[in-house]
């Protein structure tokens, strides 16, 4: 007997290291005409690295210092961020202490006790109060500038420094949007919770215009709803925990699957094992094949 079209197309994805989860997602990834892509981890490869260790005048804390208050708050967190704040402090050999009263934000940054202070890191858009010119603002706007993900560290709520973080874009992910701009009819819009600045400059190296950054999980889902308004059916390529009720919404759901957090993985239809991104045209063309075929 041969095979029924939609399930030899999910075997044909599997020999391209995509893992669709059912035929109605193999058929789904043909319709879509809008797609929205995440940033880091997607269109990056989700392995961020400090290159900016800037603590303030009047901190009085030294480069090791401000990494250290750093890395000791960021310690619990398994966000990327948090990951290449704790590379560096390693890297430096640096002693960090235990910390009390963890918690973290989605898109927002972390908080705990350190040796008795409070110490909050995360997105200065978030933690600093808009427009007040506090130096931490205006050395992490100069960071965001240079395409950096700025992360400010607080200290009993005074700014204490800031650090900046590089990630490298996928040498795959300008192909990529190219080839779903050429399949949809729509160039990919990006959907990010990093800062606008860093966001817009990478989009531009990819080809993107339609760049919503700053957004919180929930953002990422009122973006995809937007889109589905409008008549389109939307694919979201995402790998993180933030990236998970977006993946829900959407007509069809990617996730990244090296490095994907386990909530993407089990909330998306398809994984993308190895994380090639330019596998993503491939799957929504098979899929396209394989309803001519059925229908
Ligand atoms: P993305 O949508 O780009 O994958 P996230 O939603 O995970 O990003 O994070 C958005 C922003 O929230 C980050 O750019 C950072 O400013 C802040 N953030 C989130 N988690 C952390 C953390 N553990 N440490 C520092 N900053 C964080
Ligand atoms: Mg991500």
Request: glycine residues 8%.
């Amino acid at each position: 007997a041969t095979m029924p079209p939609l399930l030899s197309a999910i075997a044909n994805a599997g020999r391209h290291g995509v893992l669709v989860k059912s035929a109605v997602v193999m058929e789904r990834l043909g319709q879509v005409d809008a797609v929205a892509l995440d940033k880091t981890g997607t269109l990056t490869e989700g392995t961020p690295r400090v290159t900016d260790i800037r603590p303030l005048a009047a901190s009085s804390l030294d480069e090791d210092g401000l990494l250290t208050l750093a890395a000791a708050a960021e310690h619990p967190s398994e966000h990327p961020l948090a990951r290449a704040i704790l590379d560096a402090a390693r890297t430096r050999g640096l002693y960090i202490p235990v910390v009390t009263d963890f918690s973290s934000a989605p898109g927002t940054g972390v908080t705990a006790t350190v040796d008795g202070c409070t110490v909050a890191a995360g997105s200065p858009a978030r933690l600093l109060s808009e427009g007040d010119g506090h130096p931490a603002a205006v050395v992490a706007a100069q960071l965001e500038n240079d395409g950096r993900t700025a992360v400010v560290v607080i200290r009993d709520r005074t700014p204490v420094g800031v650090l900046g973080i590089a990630d490298r874009l996928r040498d795959e992910a300008a192909t990529t949007v190219t080839a779903l701009s050429t399949l949809t009819g729509a160039t990919p819009i990006l959907v990010t919770g990093d800062n606008p600045r860093s966001a817009v400059r990478l989009a531009a190296e990819v080809g993107i215009t339609d760049v919503r950054a700053g957004l919180l999980p929930q953002d990422k889902v009122t973006t995809v709803r937007e889109l589905q308004q409008t008549g389109r059916k939307v694919l979201v390529v995402g790998d993180g925990v933030n990236d998970a009720p977006a993946l829900a919404a959407a007509h069809a759901g990617i996730a990244m699957g090296r490095a994907g957090s386990d909530l993407a993985l089990e909330t998306a239809d398809a994984v993308i094992v190895r994380d090639e991104l330019a596998t993503i045209p491939t799957v929504v063309a098979l899929s396209r094949r394989a309803r001519r075929l059925v229908i």
